[in-house]
């Protein structure tokens, strides 16, 4: 059974850093690639970013790009999302989610339960 | 960036009933690279169809899903009190992979 496990969120200020993990077990991790999605309090889901099952290729949305940088560590089946210049509209519940593939062009087929993530002063 | 509109946003109706869920991209969605997700309240999304009309593994057939180009369909064909939830659309075919806004099933 494939688990998803996000830790790392918590308060922080604005401008702040933040790093999230998510630990994945019940699959060859190394064989997928992996996403972050977002969502805001009562808001819908956001696309966040993407690294490919090798972590040689990564991508992101404009809202993030910059700031926010993804990464996979295969020896210990976990993802990453290392945030910094952390902003109030980065308030979300931050998922981890695997793709059906290993590369990006992928839906994803299994979530994480999240983890919240608060910018305020 | 592939702007996809959810209709309607609400969707108010009784168990049994037929429910018809509308995604509308602003440009053809490569290779009808479209998934829907359904979320329940506190819990994370769960993928129902990819690739416009396959449904994922373990979801009832009272789901189905068609379309391709720039308009796609979620149908429940009888709503059981479980499926009352919000529906999200999602296009994987162009970064950035973009979700719609969401259609919430509700009780009528």
């Known amino acids: 059974e494939v688990q998803l496990l996000e830790s790392g969120g918590g308060l922080v200020q604005p401008g702040g850093s933040l790093r999230l993990s998510c630990a994945a077990s019940?699959?060859?991790?190394?064989?997928?690639?992996m996403s972050w999605v977002r969502q805001a309090p009562g808001k819908g889901l956001e696309w966040v970013s993407v690294?490919?099952?090798?972590?040689?290729?990564?991508n992101y949305a404009d809202s993030v790009k910059g700031r926010f940088t993804i990464s996979r560590d295969s020896s210990e089946d976990t993802l990453y999302l290392q945030m910094s210049g952390l902003r109030a509209e980065d308030t979300a519940v931050y998922y981890c989610?695997?793709?059906?593939?290993?590369?990006?062009?992928?839906?994803?087929?299994?979530w994480g339960q999240g983890t919240l993530v608060t910018v305020s002063s | 960036e592939i702007v996809l509109t959810q209709s309607p946003g609400t969707l108010s109706l009784s168990p049994g009933e037929r429910a018809t869920l509308s995604c509308r991209a602003s440009?053809?969605?490569?290779?009808?690279?479209l998934a829907w997700y359904q979320q329940k309240p506190g819990q994370a999304p769960r993928l129902l169809i990819y690739?416009?009309?396959s449904r994922a593994t373990g979801i009832p057939d009272t789901f189905s899903g068609s379309g391709s180009g720039t308009d796609f369909t979620l149908t429940i064909s009888r709503l059981e009190p479980e499926d009352f939830a919000v529906y999200y659309c999602?296009?994987?075919?162009?970064?950035?992979?973009?979700f719609g806004p969401g259609t919430k099933v509700d009780i009528e």
């Open positions: 690294i490919n099952y090798s972590g040689g290729s990564t």
């Open positions: 999602q296009q994987y075919g162009t970064s950035p992979f973009t």
């Open positions: 019940g699959f060859p991790f190394s064989n997928f690639a």
């Open positions: 440009q053809s969605v490569s290779g009808s690279s």
């Open positions: 690739g416009a009309s």
């Open positions: 989610a695997k793709a059906r593939s290993s590369g990006y062009f992928s839906y994803l087929d299994s």
